[in-house]
């Protein structure tokens, strides 16, 4: 991977991953883009920064051919919860701007990585460990798109010989960019509550269990999968990744070994809640670990550590 692209830059995984991959790449190595013009951004300011309205084919492929780019890392989509208020939206940016970008891929001859989610299971699947290869009938239309997207990158590796590679994520928790629109966000409010008001009111309900990962495990994951060597991977689109499972009164109960006094409240939101009462209590990572080893660092204790470390220093 010489010459990256990253759409959605400007989220919560792609502010991250830009970055992770200049650090690991070089700056110029890593052209940022978002639908957001992006000023004042470390992403604007750190390296090239383009444009790029993912529903433009041919305003992508113009950013390819400028910046000779030989790796696409689509990140540009609407999560769950938001996908739920505006479900044509959601599947007019998840479907026909991932087609777009496949295509941008498969003309330009570009290595490609795409996420999925944990929300591409469903009501059906099995519930804990859930294997790699299983029942896929997601009740979201975020999770239809996620499914439908995998399939769909499937299709343009063995039809076309695109080289394409994707990770299921469980919620990402992390302290730089929120997170917009997901139902595992609570995980992160949580961090930023405890430390403003030493309590937290959770619109997920106590016992529902959610396989999580810290950012940090989630951009060594991406980079990994993408170095990986293709003739070890027997599965492509996409691949379970998982550090851990909770549910709400132990990522609580951690923050307390912190901040003693810290309250937890619950007040459910039914449409968050009937999400993740339809996906997975915990996902079975071993294809990743064996196919190109996959590893998580942190559990929720070492991450509890971190993120209240450095959400105070970036509060204070
Ligand atoms: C969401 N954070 O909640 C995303 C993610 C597994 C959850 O897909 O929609």
């Known amino acids: 991977m010489k010459k990256i692209l990253v759409t959605g830059s400007l989220g919560q995984i792609g502010s991250e991953l830009t970055l992770h991959l200049r650090d690991k790449y070089g700056a110029d190595a890593v052209v940022a883009s978002d639908l957001k013009d992006g ?45 739920e208020k505006n479900p044509s939206l959601a599947w007019n940016i998840n479907m026909n701007g991932l087609v777009n970008a496949l295509e941008v891929a498969k003309e ?38 996620k499914v439908a997207g995998e399939l769909l990158c499937d299709y343009y590796f063995k039809r076309f010989g695109v080289d394409t590679r994707g990770v299921r994520f469980p919620g990402l928790i992390s302290y730089t960019t929120p997170p917009g629109g997901g139902t595992t966000d609570y995980a992160v409010d949580i961090y930023y509550e405890a430390i403003k008001k030493k309590a937290y009111t959770s619109f997920i309900a106590e016992g529902t269990y959610m396989d999580m990962m810290y950012m940090p495990d ?25 550090a851990m499972s909770f ?65 105070r220093e970036k509060l204070a």
């Open 39 to 83: 000023k004042g951004s470390p992403l604007a300011e750190g390296g090239p920064f383009e444009t790029i309205d993912v529903m433009d084919a041919k305003m992508m492929a113009e950013v390819v051919a400028k910046h000779k780019i030989d790796t696409i890392i689509h990140l540009a989509a609407l999560l769950s919860a938001v996908g």
């Open 247 to 311: 549910e709400p009164s132990q990522i609580a109960a951690e923050i307390k070994k912190h901040i003693p006094e810290f309250k937890m409240e619950y007040d459910v939101d039914p449409v968050r809640q009937a999400i993740a009462d339809s996906w997975p209590n915990s996902i079975d990572a071993t294809c990743a670990k064996e196919e190109w080893g996959f590893k998580a660092q942190y559990d929720l204790a070492s991450m509890t550590t971190d993120m209240l470390e450095k959400l």
């Open 218 to 242: 989630a951009l060594n994951a991406v980079s990994t999968l993408m170095e990986a060597d293709p003739a070890k991977l027997i599965h492509r689109n996409a691949f379970n990744v998982t």
């Open 108 to 145: 330009y001859n570009c290595k490609f990585f795409t996420p999925s989610s944990i929300g591409a299971f469903g009501p059906s699947s099995p519930k804990d460990n859930t294997p790699q290869d299983t029942i896929q009938r997601p009740g979201t239309m975020y999770g239809v798109t």
